[in-house]
T-cell receptor, first 117, second 114 residues
Framework: AQSVTQPDIHITVSEGASLELRCNYS??????LFWYVQSPGQGLQLLLK??????LVQGIKGFEAEFKRSQSSFNLRKPSVHWSDAAEYFC???????????????FGQGTILTVHP | GAVVSQHPSRVICKSGTSVKIECRSL??????MFWYRQFPKQSLMLMAT?????????EQGVEKDKFLINHASLTLSTLTVTSAHPEDSSFYIC??????????FGSGTQLSVL
């Protein structure tokens, strides 16, 4: 069975600083990887996803993530954090790139990001 | 704006009572939707998958008689936690799979059973 680990439960950075959120996965087949963000009172919003191809994926809001098969990692990065990025971030692995199984995701525990002014 | 409306956002109930959580897609129709829950300090875990008009498929370890899912239309689904107990206290979140294979999540419901 697949699993996802986000080692950092809570990260605090200063506004303008760079950010990296870690994600490690365990999955026997080709991984379909996602990063979601959840702000208070909001639903999960997709930041980016990786299915195949270029291992550096660009997402919304200036985020990017790099798939490293050798390290089983899919870390999320942003060069300069804004106060509005404060939220909880979830890494997830999916079973497929389409069809009904597309929505069956295995999530990490989440990382809460706090941004100091 | 939100494309999936989930409510209530927070509910506190007494042990033994039933709680209904509603999930509605606002501007799209979807045949497939998912219910997840998250216990404190744990991951979001898939509970069940449901297709409009048919019985839900539950993940291993999830009691179908306890967590009743009604997916009667393409825009509305409900999860009823029957005879809730303190161990059912959790964060429940719904997700719709749109026809363009995009997933849309509700904002979640925090259930606390006293």
């Amino acid at each position: 069975a697949q699993s996802v680990t986000q080692p950092d439960i809570h990260i605090t950075v200063s506004e303008g600083a760079s950010l990296e959120l870690r994600c490690n996965y365990s999955y026997g087949a080709t991984p379909y990887l996602f990063w979601y963000v959840q702000s208070p009172g909001q639903g999960l919003q997709l930041l980016l996803k990786y299915f195949s191809g270029d291992t550096l994926v660009q997402g919304i809001k200036g985020f990017e993530a790099e798939f490293k098969r050798s390290q089983s990692s899919f870390n999320l990065r942003k060069p300069s954090v804004h106060w509005s990025d404060a939220a909880e971030y979830f890494c997830a692995v999916g079973l497929s790139a389409g069809g009904t199984s597309y929505g069956k995701l295995t999530f990490g525990q989440g990382t809460i990001l706090t941004v100091h002014p | 704006g939100a494309v999936v409306s989930q409510h209530p956002s927070r509910v506190i109930c007494k042990s033994g009572t039933s709680v209904k959580i509603e999930c509605r897609s606002l501007d799209f129709q979807a045949t497939t939707m998912f219910w997840y829950r998250q216990f404190p300090k744990q991951s979001l875990m898939l509970m069940a998958t449901s297709n409009e008009g048919s019985k839900a498929t539950y993940e291993q370890g999830v009691e179908k008689d306890k967590f009743l899912i009604n997916h009667a239309s393409l825009t509305l689904s409900t999860l009823t936690v029957t005879s809730a107990h303190p161990e059912d206290s959790s964060f429940y979140i719904c997700s719709y799979l749109a026809t363009n294979e995009k997933l849309f999540f509700g904002s979640g419901t925090q259930l606390s059973v006293l």
